[in-house]
């Protein structure tokens, strides 16, 4: 009989835990990081980079829409390493799409502008977006899966918890891009525009080094390892898609959240510095949004343990609605105190409580074997809707009524009123165990799992 770990030597199981934990979070660091890098460089500069014939209005405008277009091969990036990660591993995948969204967002920061090359340089621009945007759509599922089935395997009470890890890379890449553009962005005009704008792009390759050296030492998911032995009839898309209905839910339960976070990060930077303030204001505001939600969102996580997701996404949902004319009113106010307020309540309070339990409720609502795709399809047809168009939407309103925030405000309650209505429908998950089945159920309220 062999003796059992002392407390001085953790459990095997348990060092793997910690260990995919931190892989998850450096790989949604790497992501957000990317994204709001690319969000507020896009908003800064990119429309005269890349766009210059055109206004200032419509080079924004242009700006962004590469930057939906990152959001628009998300669902493929899904689809894709979602079939090959329910079939081959998550573990090969994960480290496939970490490299794909380092050396894009690399690749970016080497790209030549709109003077040097012409045309090509937006086209080269969406190109690279859209190899991002196939990677990001399969690296979140593939970091989420791996947190919550080793935590199922080691502590199984506690996925929300240990979920969280992964959804903590969002504030945390947050605070890794504003305070890398704060810098750069604080260097004379003419310098910013000339390479200043680049250095956020090039640094991505450190958190990219990091993250690699952690995931090439985690183990594959337990609960893949047991089904990966069975045999398998259809693609997992095709069994995803033969009872659609839990995609839809997934998709429609993280509208909110996304919408939310890219209206109140991204497109309020390029919304508060045309409002007057200051570069270095807004990041910092930014900055300290994304600080309150790193204790938040863990929070919001592992409070979702005991009394259930649905109550803690909802309570979120209708924060957000509740806040969204009087943080947009504080923005307005023109005054710096006031916007780090307005940003802390809205990003890093109610968006946080929304997304926080987020990862764990969306992987419940899947058997192991479908779990990548489905989970990942649900997601980021979520990110498509909610960050992908909506600071296009909100760019192009304002552009139409001649300012005034009031069309921002509409979107992010619309967000949550989509989230609220779908989560009031789910049926509680927090409680079940992570099965193990073929096919996908349905998740409606009094509907059998």
Do not use: N
């Not at 348990?14 to 260990?19: K, P």
């Not at 970016?108 to 937006?122: E, Q």
């Amino acid at each position: 009989m062999q003796p059992s770990p002392s407390a001085a030597q953790p459990a095997p199981d348990s060092r793997q835990l910690r260990r995919v934990a931190v892989s998850g979070l450096l790989g949604t660091a790497v992501e957000f990081y990317d994204f709001l890098v690319y969000g507020t460089v896009a908003a800064l500069v990119f429309g005269e980079l890349f766009f210059p014939r055109a206004d200032p209005a419509v080079g924004t405008i242009a700006a962004f829409g590469t930057f939906a277009a990152g959001y628009l091969a998300r669902p493929l990036g899904g689809i894709l390493f979602g079939h090959f990660g329910d079939r081959i591993g998550r573990k090969s995948m994960m480290l496939l799409t970490m490299v794909l969204m380092g050396c894009g967002s690399f690749l970016i920061g080497l790209l030549p502008t709109y003077d040097t090359i012409g045309v090509w340089a937006p086209i080269l621009l969406v190109a690279l977006r859209v190899v991002q945007g196939i990677a990001i759509g399969g690296e979140w599922g593939g970091a989420m899966l791996m947190v919550v089935e080793h935590a199922e395997h080691t502590q199984g009470s506690r996925r929300g918890l240990w979920s969280s890890f992964t959804q903590l890379g969002a504030p945390l890449g947050s605070v890794l891009s504003a305070g890398v553009v704060t810098i750069v962005a604080g260097l004379p005009d003419d310098e910013f525009r000339s390479w200043g704008w680049r250095v956020p792009f090039l640094l991505s390759i450190v958190l990219l080094a990091v993250g690699l050296f952690v995931r090439l030492k985690v183990a594959e998911s337990p609960l893949f390892a047991q089904v990966k032995r069975q045999p398998v009839d259809k693609p997992p898309i095709v069994e995803v898609l033969r009872r659609p209905k839990p995609v839809l839910l997934a998709a429609c339960v993280g509208i909110g959240a996304f919408t939310a976070q890219s209206l109140l990060t991204s497109f309020m930077i390029s919304y508060a510095v045309d409002e007057g303030y200051t570069r270095p204001q807004v990041l910092t505001a930014v900055t300290v949004a994304s600080c309150v939600a790193l204790v938040v969102l863990p929070a919001a996580s592992a409070l979702s343990d005991r009394v259930g997701r649905r109550p803690v996404v909802l309570a979120g949902a209708v924060a957000s609605a509740a806040l969204a004319f009087p943080v947009l009113a504080l923005v307005d106010s023109g005054s710096p105190g006031l916007l780090i307020l307005a940003l802390a309540l809205g990003h890093g309070v109610a968006q946080s409580t929304m997304y926080g339990p987020l990862g764990a409720l969306l992987t419940e609502m899947f058997g192991t074997r479908v779990r990548y795709t489905g989970a990942s399809l649900g997601y980021q047809a979520a990110t498509l809707v909610g960050a992908g168009f909506s600071p296009l939407i909100a760019g192009s309103l304002l552009a139409s009524y001649g300012g005034g925030s009031t069309p921002v405000s509409l979107l992010l309650c619309a967000g949550a009123a989509i989230t609220a209505l779908t989560v009031w429908r789910l049926r509680e998950t927090h409680t079940d165990a992570l099965d193990s089945p073929a096919t996908t159920t349905p998740t409606l309220e009094g509907t059998p799992r």
